[in-house]
Nanobody, 123 residues
Framework: QVQLVESGGGLVQAGDSLRLSCAAS????????MGWFRQAPGKEREFVAT???????FHSDSVKGRFTISRDNAKNTVYLQMNSLKPEDTAVYYC?????????????????WGQGTQVTVSS
């Protein structure tokens, strides 16, 4: 079993920055990818960004150029740096874990999920 705990969410104004963290614990076995997804009220869960064990990244078109995913493997932690936040970024953000050498954009490929952290961006 793997446990994921997100932190860093909060209420900010449009244009501000925020950094989310997700710490993994339990039975983690390398290599593994990590991903960030988000879900806004009344909408489906949406892919945000992913990073492979070796550090290769991929970001969705909606956040590309504004958000950056990174990881610190020694700390079993993944980060999401969010800059130039917009009201449409408001959502619950979830981190996820997937065994494998690659990065993954489909939610069904992730086997463990965090509880989510709320990000609210006011206009």
């Amino acid at each position: 079993q793997v446990q994921l705990v997100e932190s860093g969410g909060g209420l900010v104004q449009a244009g501000d920055s925020l950094r989310l963290s997700c710490a993994a614990s339990g039975r983690t076995f390398v290599p593994y990818a990590m991903g960030w997804f988000r879900q806004a009220p009344g909408k489906e869960r949406e892919f945000v960004a992913t990073i492979s064990w070796s550090g290769t990244t991929f970001h969705s078109d909606s956040v590309k150029g504004r958000f950056t995913i990174s990881r610190d493997n020694a700390k079993n932690t993944v980060y999401l740096q969010m800059n130039s936040l917009k009201p449409e970024d408001t959502a619950v953000y979830y981190c996820a874990y997937a065994r494998g050498n690659d990065y993954y954009t489909r939610a069904r490929l992730y086997s463990y999920w965090g509880q989510g952290t709320q990000v609210t961006v006011s206009s």
